[in-house]
Every structure is written in C-alpha cells, then in structure tokens.
C-alpha cells in the first residue's frame, strides 16, 4: 500500500492537504504519548493498512475543503473533524476530570461543540500556511487491538529539514476509523489539549459555567470576549 500525503503545519495545528501514493513500512518502534508503546502487540496488517487509508481519505477530505470558496471552507472542515476524530476518547483524555464529573448531558454535547469548533477553525485558518509540502508515510505499527499509529515524515522544499508527525488512529477493528492523536516531533496535541485545558479550568478558578462560557466564546484562550 502506497501513499504520500501533503500536510501544512502551523502554530500547532495540522492542516491536512492531498493525498495519493507512497510507501511503508512495519515499524515495531514508536509510542504514543497519551498511550504506552505495546512492544509485544502482534502486528495486524490488515489493521494497519486500514489505518493508512483512513489517513489518507481524512487528508483528501482536507484538500476538497482547501478547493472551496472561503466562506463554505469552515463549514465543510466543521463536518469532516466530526467524523474524522474520536471525539469520545479526546474528551475523556483532555477535559479535567473535575469537570467531566460535573457535567450532565447537555453540557457534555455543548463542549463538544465548542471543542470542534475551536479545532475546525484553527485548521481553516492553518490552509493560509500551506506552500505544498509534502509528507511520505515511513512507519505503522498496531499499538492494541484495532488501534494503529501512522508514522509520517514532513518534508518541503522551504523546510530546513523533516518533521514527524504521527497519527494515532483507532476504531479500526469497528470498521469505524476516528484520529485520536496527532504527535508532532513527539509532541502530543492530546496532551498539549489536556494541559491547555487543565490551565483554562484553573484560571476560571474551577467554575463550571465560566468554563463553559469561556469555551463558547471565539477566543476561549485570551480573555473569553
């Protein structure tokens, strides 16, 4: 299976671009920072390739949304960061567990939400960065059942040298592939979420309805107006 995936990276965000032919191969190293390497977990192939075309089809759902005039791009990458990451498990893994205690149902859907909206935005706005770079995948391995990390390489012509990016994708042994971490140079955005999160949660001194509100807010990390 081949495959070559064209990636923008700005300020953190992933912006995810193109996609078509290049290869792999089985890497048994790698871990996930939000998930412990498996060493031992036997290699599901059929898995890890599921994983690799589920990267590739979220990167092309990528570039059709870049291709659209730039009032629809928000709306169209709105809907395809809800169907492309495991919003369960990145709830469950990033918001304080004080607060996921204290939530009920509705409040749970609204930061839901506002979660989404805050990630689609900052992908719409990571396009603007994009000069063509483009990112062969390098590694796969199965990490437990039905959950496989994609290891890529960045490269471009503007870039003084590669950058890793590797894609932690589960859902796989479902049928139902979801992105449950990006780690960029090792770096976690699920842990980077987690810690911005957990300072959000401090600042509002623990308040469930300023969180919430600050969260709603267009700019839930400045001053929340």
């Known amino acids: 299976m081949l495959h070559k995936i064209g990636i923008a990276a700005v300020a953190g965000v992933i912006a995810l671009v193109a996609g078509h032919a290049h290869g792999y191969q089985a890497d048994p190293g790698g871990n996930s920072a939000p998930q ?4 031992a977990t036997p290699r599901d192939a059929a898995a890890e ?6 990267v590739a089809s979220i990167a092309g759902g990528a570039l059709r949304v870049y291709q659209l005039p730039p ?5 169209a990458m709105t809907a395809l960061v ?3 990451v495991d919003w ?3 709830l469950r893994n990033s918001v304080p567990p004080e607060l996921v205690a204290v939530l009920n149902d509705n409040e749970r859907r609204a930061l839901a939400h506002s979660l989404l909206a805050v990630t689609a935005g900052g992908y719409v706005s990571a396009f603007q ?5 483009q990112i062969d995948v390098v590694s796969v391995n199965t990490l437990g059942p039905g959950i496989v990390r994609v290891g890529t390489r960045l490269r471009g012509e503007k870039m003084d040298e590669a950058i890793a ?3 932690v994708v589960a859902g796989l042994d479902q049928n139902r592939p979801a992105l449950r971490d990006l780690i960029i140079d090792s770096n976690s955005m699920l842990a980077s979420q987690q810690l911005v999160l957990g300072t959000l949660w401090d600042e509002v001194s623990q308040d469930k309805a300023r969180f919430l509100q600050r969260m709603a807010s267009p ?7």
């Not at 009032?71 to 709306?75: E, V």
Request: charged share 30%; no cysteine; hydrophobic share 35%.
């Open 82 to 84: 809800e169907r492309s």
């Open 219 to 225: 700019d839930p990390w400045g001053d929340g107006q």
């Open 88 to 90: 369960g498990f990145v």
């Open 36 to 39: 412990a390497a498996q060493a």
């Open 49 to 54: 390739d599921r994983a690799v075309d589920a």
């Open 129 to 133: 960065g994009y000069q063509g770079e």
């Open 165 to 167: 990016i590797d894609w």
């Open 71 to 75: 009032q629809g791009r928000l709306q």
